[in-house]
């Protein structure tokens, strides 16, 4: 039976992930801070394990306890937007953290390292993206991404760690935090709707993205140490079609079985177009069925309908104010965990 590590399985991709590789025989091992999760994502029969991958000291003594034949890292905050404003924040989560993770694999001998990256790498004016362009990230996000996955090639070409990048976009689907008002738009969709407010967008929603349902991403990460073909390469992964702000809000309404009502707020510094190429992805894993825009945001509908609506999170320690939109402007505390090691 392999023994994996799964980071931010408590959050929404972590947990769908972690349910497959349990389905699959895995000894599932979930970190998460709990920052942007929540406990009850973690699927039955995985330990669960309350910190963050920025404290090394925690990070080592779970490899040395676990043995982990394969880390899957999915603990990110994931806010393209927003990162801007919080470079420190940004760079010590999805940087520092995935250093930790990449010494800990190298200095364990773990098999393979398996990454979730972004389409943020790319920026903008490269639609349809494919794997074989240059990467010119527009966010520090994106660069942090864009960062980790130097790390894991030069990582492989030193110490011969082998890993696997998937850069998924839009991703949306059960599980996800739909309280948090700076990433995941179909989230917030829901999250304003169930609330009785108007679903808010930036600029005039002629924005396009192609929108992707969680079943459509979370099998091929998981089945991916499975495939020699997949090793040491990038992949995108997710939906096809791509459609614009201003569409979805009216399916996601639809959905949700309420009038449409939207309210449109000034334009945020984004990228306009982004939607990416995946024929490396079905070479290598084989052709797949992808879930229908309507469908995928009818399923998580009900979801969101039997769980009700969240209270929005507000981010506090806002590092630079300076061209910050001004929704989000409002400072509170969002909460950070570091603990020591404990299971459950």
Known sequence: MPTSLVTGGAGFMGSHIAAHLSKAGHKVIVLDDLSGGFKENVPAGATFIQGSVEDHLLIDQLFEKYSFDYVYHLAAYAAEGLSHFIKRFNYANNLIGSVNLINASVNYNIKQLIFTSSIAVYGGGQSPMSEEMLPIPEDSYGIA???????????????????????????????????????????????????????????????????????????????????????????????????????????????????????????????????????????????????????????????????????????????????????????ARGPRFRTTLSTS
């Open 145 to 331: 991404k864009l960062a980790v996955e130097y790390e894991l090639r030069v990582s492989h070409e030193m110490f011969g760690l082998d890993y696997v990048i998937f850069r998924p976009h839009n991703v949306y689907g059960e599980n996800q935090n739909i309280g948090d008002r700076y990433r995941n738009v179909v989230g917030i969709f829901m999250n304003q709707l169930l609330r009785g407010e108007p679903m808010t967008i930036f600029g005039d929603g002629t924005q396009q993205r192609a929108f992707t349902h969680i079943d459509d991403v979370a099998p091929i990460i998981a089945e991916s140490v499975n495939l020699p073909a997949a090793r040491n390469q990038i992949f995108n992964v997710g939906a096809d079609q791509p459609y614009t702000v201003n569409e979805l809000a009216r399916v996601v309404a639809e959905a949700m079985e309420v009038p449409m009502r939207v309210t449109y707020l000034d334009p945020r510094n984004e990228v306009k177009i982004a939607f990416s190429d995946h024929s490396k992805a079905e070479r290598v894993f084989g052709v797949r069925k992808k879930t229908p825009l309507s469908d995928g945001i009818r399923q998580m509908a009900e979801w969101v309908k039997k769980h009700g609506a969240r209270e929005s999170s507000v981010f506090e320690n806002i590092e630079v104010t300076k061209n910050m939109p001004a929704s989000w402007t409002r400072v």
